[in-house]
C-alpha cells in the first residue's frame, strides 16, 4: 500500500472528498472530518452523504472505485481483490464482470473442507468438486479423499480461471 494519501472531490457530491486510503471526509463546516463508514447487511461499509436536504447510502468501495478506478468496459462490478469488504484502499479495488466476481468470492459459512467448490456428499459418502465454467455449465467429479478433489478443483480452476 502507499504510504501517500491522496484525497480528491467526490463528483456529483459538493462538499465531499475520497481518498485512495478508501475514506470518505466531509468539509461541510469547513474542515475536513472523515466519516465514520458502517457496515451494511452483507458486509460493506457504507456512508450516508448528504444533497439538497435528503440522505443518499452509499458504499465506499464503490465511490472509490468510480472516482479513482478507471472503468473497464464491460466490467460493471468492482472486486476486493484481498476479499476482505471493508479494504477500500485503491490498490485492493478492481473493475471485472459478474463471472470474475463470483470466481473471487470467498468460502461459503457451511464449508467444512476449507476450499471452495470442495465439499463432504453424504448421500454418496465420497468428496465432490465442483466448478461453474460458464453460464449454466458446471463440471463435478466425486472423490474417496479430500486431498484428490482439492487437487482436481484447483486444476479446473487453472484451466477455467483465468482473470
Avoid at 465442483?130 to 479446473?156: H, L, P, Q, T
Wanted: contains cysteine; charged residues 35%; positive net charge.
Amino acid at each position: 500500500m502507499s504510504d501517500v494519501e491522496y484525497i480528491i472531490e467526490l463528483p456529483d457530491w459538493p462538499d465531499y472528498l475520497i481518498s485512495t486510503f478508501g475514506y470518505v471526509y466531509s468539509e461541510k463546516t469547513g474542515e475536513l472530518v472523515k466519516l465514520k463508514g458502517r457496515k451494511n447487511k452483507k458486509g460493506y461499509l457504507c456512508v450516508g452523504l448528504w444533497k439538497d436536504g435528503k440522505q443518499y447510502p452509499k458504499r465506499i468501495h464503490r465511490l472509490v472505485a468510480e472516482t479513482l478506478i478507471k472503468k473497464v468496459k464491460g466490467k460493471e462490478c468492482i472486486d476486493h481483490i484481498n476479499q476482505i469488504k471493508t479494504d477500500n484502499t485503491v490498490e485492493n479495488l478492481r473493475w471485472v464482470n459478474k463471472r470474475e466476481n463470483s470466481i473471487n468470492k470467498g468460502l461459503q459459512n457451511n464449508n467444512k473442507s476449507g476450499v471452495k467448490g470442495v465439499s463432504y456428499d453424504n448421500y454418496y459418502n465420497k468428496w465432490v468438486a465442483e466448478i461453474n465454467i460458464s453460464k449454466g455449465k458446471r463440471k463435478r467429479k466425486y472423490f474417496k479423499y479430500k486431498e484428490d478433489a482439492i487437487k482436481w478443483r484447483e486444476d479446473m480452476e487453472t484451466k477455467y480461471y483465468v482473470i
